[in-house]
């Protein structure tokens, strides 16, 4: 069955750095298109970043855009978000998903379980 695991997340200073991870099994990675979600207590899930199945095409959130950036290796069925700048702001549960729609209308839609950031001083 699918599976996506992250992690890289911790307790960062303000203007710090962290890398993301999340590895997927049990799927066909490299025909997914891979996105980073973030979720703050109360609030509503909100997109971060994805990248195309192949890595050629990226898109950010504005709010992160000039900070944040994301890869994958298919080779090693992982993608990444390097953060850097980073700001309170930043502060919330990170969330891998990879989502696939076939030719035929079929979509499959997977999420990982979350790995939380915090910035603070």
């Known amino acids: 069955q699918a599976q996506l695991v992250e992690s890289g997340g911790g307790l960062v200073q303000p203007g710090g750095s962290l890398r993301l991870s999340c590895a997927a099994s049990g799927i066909n990675f490299s025909s997914y298109v891979m996105m980073w979600h973030r979720q703050v207590p109360g609030k509503e899930r909100e997109f971060v970043a994805s990248?195309?199945?192949?890595?050629?095409?990226?898109n950010y959130a504005d709010s992160v855009k000039g900070r944040f950036t994301v890869s994958r290796d298919n080779a090693k069925n992982t993608v990444y978000l390097q953060m850097n700048s980073l700001k309170p702001e930043d502060t919330a549960v990170y969330y891998c998903n990879a989502y696939w729609r076939r030719l035929s209308g079929r979509e499959s839609d997977y999420w990982g379980q979350g790995t939380q950031v915090a910035v603070s001083s």
């Open positions: 990248i195309s199945s192949t890595g050629s095409n990226t």
